[in-house]
């Protein structure tokens, strides 16, 4: 099937795409998702810990919004609105699996990035607990102020 031949106009699907993932992405950016069960980078990892939470879902909106430009763009370039490179898929299959490929790479990358972070935050709260003032208290005890992870 050739561009454009489908039920939807060549270069559709990345543009739909692109521009929601890129507009749903930035409330997580701003870290301004907080944590649920419906919206966000949602893990056991990120579900279990606010610092988790936030940290990742910021980083993967940040993702999230270059991943839905990069997407429309692609779209555009289908679509013959700005000249394209020749090796760019013209066939609306090999579009819809790009921009597919596309979304589960950036959640793959999300949950890895969710789980080294909070294995990290792991062993900062564990050095931390570890380590005793002169006084006997614990260092970072509770009602010191975190640092915010980023």
Same mark, same amino acid.
């Given at each position: ?39 966000? @980078? ?60 596309? @979304? @589960? ?11 080294? @972070? ?33």
């Amino acid at each position: 099937m050739l561009a454009g031949d489908g039920p939807l106009p060549s270069g559709f699907t990345p543009i739909t795409m692109g521009w929601l993932i890129a507009v749903l992405s930035v409330p997580m950016a701003l870290r301004e998702v907080e944590p649920n069960g419906t919206y966000g @980078l949602r893990t056991s990892t990120t579900l279990g810990d606010p610092r988790v939470w936030y940290a990742a879902n910021a980083w993967s909106g940040k993702g999230g919004i270059v991943l839905g430009v990069a997407l429309f763009s692609f779209g555009l370039a289908v679509r013959g609105v700005f000249p394209a490179p020749r090796w760019l898929p013209r066939t609306d299959g090999l579009v819809t699996l790009t921009s597919i490929l596309s @979304l @589960l790479a950036w959640a793959a990358a999300s949950a890895v990035y969710a789980e080294l @972070l909070a294995a990290r935050l792991a062993r900062e709260d564990a050095a931390r607990a570890a380590a005793v003032d002169a006084d006997g208290d614990p260092a970072g005890a509770p009602g010191a102020p975190d640092a915010r992870v980023e």
